[in-house]
């Protein structure tokens, strides 16, 4: 079990790969989380490993110190994580695992109580791109999906990597995806679906006129 801790982006997005590439059990945190949150995830998933974005490893070194476990941490944006990965040969062949290995545990809110973990297939990732992706988003490769939820919910991970990936579209990352963020990457990379949540959908409508926002066809609130 892995832990991965930053904001939206490709980093973030790569490394959830490299773990279902190696047959490893992604646990993808919000990037807001403190130590004191981030220890009740590490102790019910008793993660010993995390590769995390270095502007956000204090709550980590902090979580580590007092659970007692993550015991190795790598951290990119500061070249360590970087480093190894030049190390490392160009292909890697994928850990052949089946299709009711579990790949990732999603933490729920935790608004009736302490965070409960869900576990979740390889079969359901790809479930849920044919279900939702395919059939409900009609996903494609003129798609570019933006949005503002972080990958650690799975409306964000299904959203800005599974589904565009799964159909060979693509995503424009906000890692600050306030109102103005989200807009401006929607008219800079052709956004064609908007992915977020209704009070976001609100402080969104009072900015429309400022961009051209002609690429947009769908939009999905959480």
Known sequence: RV?????????????????????????????????????????????DHALCDA??????????????????????????????????????????????DVCLLAFTSGTTGNPK?????????????????RHLLETGPDDVYVGSPPFGFTFGLGALVVFPLRFRGAAALVEQPSPDNLLHAVQ?????????????YRNLATLVGKYDLKSLRKSVSA
Do not use: Y
């Open 117 to 133: 973990a869900t576990m979740h297939f390889h079969r359901d990732v790809l479930a849920m791109a044919d279900v939702v992706g």
């Open 3 to 47: 832990l991965l801790r930053g904001p939206n982006g490709p980093m973030l997005a790569a490394a959830w790969l490299a773990v279902m590439k190696a047959g490893a059990i992604a646990v993808t945190t919000m990037p807001l989380l403190r130590a004191k949150e981030l220890g009740q995830i590490v102790r019910k998933a008793e993660i």
């Open 55 to 100: 502007r956000l490893l204090q709550e980590l070194a902090a979580t580590t110190a007092e659970t007692g476990r993550v015991a190795k941490t790598l951290t990119w944006g500061d070249g360590a994580l970087e480093q190894r990965m030049e190390r490392q040969p160009a292909t890697f062949a994928n850990v052949d695992t089946a299709s009711d």
């Open 188 to 200: 800079k990379f052709g956004g064609t679906c908007l992915f977020t949540a209704p009070t976001m």
